[in-house]
């Protein structure tokens, strides 16, 4: 069968330790003498486990039923889907046990392999993610065999990458959000060394970065968008479905709505310290790159920023050379507005909120 490769890794968990070498199994299983319990017993041993067998990885393959000590039986599945090295979820007929476990796997960490007898059962949020259609054929067996090792492989090389919706975006919404924190004590400790030193200012300035901010979420208000969180993105107009980053960078994205129906798409970058705006404009190119992906779809960029700025007509027009890098049938379908003060107030004006 050939040398058998270690799958070891040192990474740590909260006990401090990692089961390398362990791969956790989520699948239906079913009371022991049921038609449910014994087909999904043969996938685990006639296909799951030969597979491994001849990947040249060494793991030891368990299943909750194969846990045998007292004590909670939840707190032995949840305590193997956390430390376990590989975990496979087996989705086939979407057993709702399975996809609670799932999502607790996908919460903690990388290193899930989906696998499933049907499509059909790959709910749209983890379509885009690589999942092993198989049967129980004997061909089926032989090209599962083949697609467990690719993943093996994978892994091995890249033990940490990001494998599901949760660590793909929760990550960078975590990094704005303590971005933003950081940003608003940094600004509030300025404000309190200036006061203790006497040299606060006496008077509230005209336009500050939160004042933008709480004078554009009235626009928003206004406008009746809705922000769209971190399983949010999908849409569905007339038989068409499309898919829309659902942040990048500062960006978020909101939805307009005029009654039951969508009236368009902004996405919006409100940064509490002081802009960037070229970076501002690279993360604008990354989402018209994915908003362009063959979708007839118009989205406008907004940038609200603290200070005016002298130098708008020269990143507009930075916006519409990033333009030419997408097929030109879409290009119409990008706005950019760099909302400083007076442009934020002509906003207003239109809108009402102010005369």
């Not at 079913?30 to 006639?46: D, M, N, P, S």
């Not at 942040?247 to 509490?272: A, C, N, T």
């Not at 501002?280 to 018209?288: K, M, N, P, T, W």
């Amino acid at each position: 069968m050939g040398t058998k490769i270690s799958a070891k890794k040192k990474t740590a968990n909260k006990s401090g330790t990692v089961e390398e070498n362990i791969c956790f199994v989520i699948s239906p299983i079913g009371k022991e003498g049921t038609e449910l319990h014994a087909k999904f017993k043969e996938v685990l041993e006639y296909i799951i486990k030969p597979a491994f067998d001849e990947s040249g990885y060494k793991y030891s393959i368990i299943r909750a039923d194969d846990i045998n000590r007292s004590g909670s039986f939840i707190n032995d599945i949840l305590e193997n889907i956390y430390s376990s090295h590989i975990v496979i979820a087996d989705l086939t007929g979407q057993n709702p046990n399975v996809f609670y476990e799932l999502g607790v796997r996908h919460s903690l960490r990388p290193r899930t392999i989906l696998i499933s007898q049907n499509l059909d059962d790959i709910p749209s949020d983890l379509r885009e993610y690589r999942t092993i259609i198989y049967d129980t054929s004997a061909k089926g067996a032989a090209t599962f065999k083949k697609r467990i090792k690719t993943f093996l492989q994978e892994i091995n090389k890249e033990p940490e990458r990001p494998d599901n919706p949760v660590l793909d975006r929760l990550g960078s919404v975590v990094e704005n959000k303590l971005s933003q924190v950081e940003a608003e004590r940094d600004e509030l400790k300025n404000e309190i060394t200036k006061i203790l030193s006497g040299k606060a200012p006496k008077t509230p300035q005209s336009h500050t970065s939160s004042n933008a901010r709480t004078r554009f979420r009235r626009i928003l208000e206004l406008k009746n968008a809705e922000k769209q969180e971190i399983f949010g993105g999908r849409f569905k107009r007339g038989d068409k479905d499309f898919t829309l980053p659902r942040e990048q960078g500062h960006f978020s994205l909101f939805s307009l709505k005029r009654g039951k129906s969508i009236d368009g798409f902004w996405y919006v970058s409100m940064p509490i310290s002081e802009v960037n705006i070229d970076e501002e404009l690279s993360d604008i190119r990354v989402l018209i790159e994915k908003c362009s992906q063959g979708q007839d779809v118009s989205c406008n960029f907004i940038v609200v920023v603290e200070n005016n700025i002298s130098a708008k007509k020269s990143y507009l027009k930075k916006f519409e050379q990033m333009k030419e890098h997408i097929p030109e049938e879409y290009r119409k379908l990008f706005i950019f507005n760099l909302l400083d003060p007076p442009e934020l107030e002509n906003w207003e004006k239109e809108l009402g909120l102010k005369v």
